[in-house]
């Protein structure tokens, strides 16, 4: 017979073991030193992808973006176009948020430069 779960088994020290959780903070902690721009800018793309999946693709199909001649030129006016959008919707998203949808555009559709404070790289 299975017995319950308690309190002390959902303790940190329960899930992970000691040597586990210290390499996790090695490799957290080195992260911002080299590998931190790739991983924000993985992270950014997939929240972009989300939040533009579950907000926008009702009204935006693909072809939105691959028309000719395109609206945005820029990455700019990739940004300021989803930021328009948002506000028309009700402005529910933060800076961070309209960044993020902005890049995850850009990296599957315009391919425009972008800003590091974006991106976290320079631009290519």
């Not at 992808?49 to 001649?69: I, K, N, W």
Request: proline share 5%; charged share 20%; net charge positive.
């Amino acid at each position: 017979m299975k017995r319950a779960l308690q309190r002390a088994d959902l303790r940190p020290s329960r899930l992970v073991s000691p040597a586990l959780a210290a390499a996790a903070f090695v490799v957290g902690a080195m992260l911002p030193l080299g590998g931190g721009s790739v991983a924000r800018a993985a992270s950014d793309e997939s929240l972009g992808a989300s939040l533009y999946e579950s907000r926008c693709t009702g009204c935006h199909e693909r072809s939105v973006h691959t028309r000719s001649p395109r609206a945005a030129g820029s990455f700019d006016q990739i940004r300021a176009y989803v930021w328009r959008w948002d506000r028309y919707l009700g402005g529910a998203w933060q800076q961070a948020e309209i960044d993020a949808v902005a890049q995850y555009l850009n990296e599957r559709y315009y391919h425009f430069p972008c800003p590091q404070d974006v991106c976290g790289v320079a631009a290519r």
